[in-house]
């Protein structure tokens, strides 16, 4: 439950701060191209904002996208680690399987209608 909670949150705040870096990157460049590989490219967006923090004055805001990130996979880590014990308490295995394992179903047998 607290690792949806942390991924959830997380990726608010981190989707809240990408916004911000977009209408920063729209209002400080020359050509609008910047944002709009930002849009597309969340990644291209953070980097950005990280170049551009003292120039522009986004340190505080990259600051929190960066927290806000490490705490998103922090709660995703926290999932992937409940699936796990579930699967794992459950006694759930998975066994592969091969050609020579799987049974196919006998054909029908057609039935010839009674002859009158």
């Not at 911000?20 to 050509?31: A, I, N, P, R």
């Not at 980097?47 to 705490?71: D, H, P, Q």
């Not at 050609?99 to 047998?109: L, Q």
């Amino acid at each position: 439950m607290l690792g949806f909670l942390l991924a959830s949150v997380g990726g608010l705040v981190a989707l809240i701060c990408w916004i911000m870096v977009l209408v920063k990157m729209f209002k400080t460049q020359e050509s609008p191209l910047m944002g709009i590989i930002g849009i597309f490219c969340s990644l291209w967006a953070f980097i950005w904002g990280w170049m551009n923090a003292s120039k522009y004055g986004l340190k505080n805001i990259m600051l929190i996208f960066t927290l806000a990130l490490v705490v998103c996979g922090i709660g995703y880590g926290m999932i992937g680690a409940a699936a796990a014990k579930a699967i794992q308490e459950q006694g759930l295995q998975f066994k592969p399987t091969t050609i020579e394992s799987i049974e196919t179903p006998a054909a029908p047998v057609e039935e010839s209608a009674p002859e009158q």
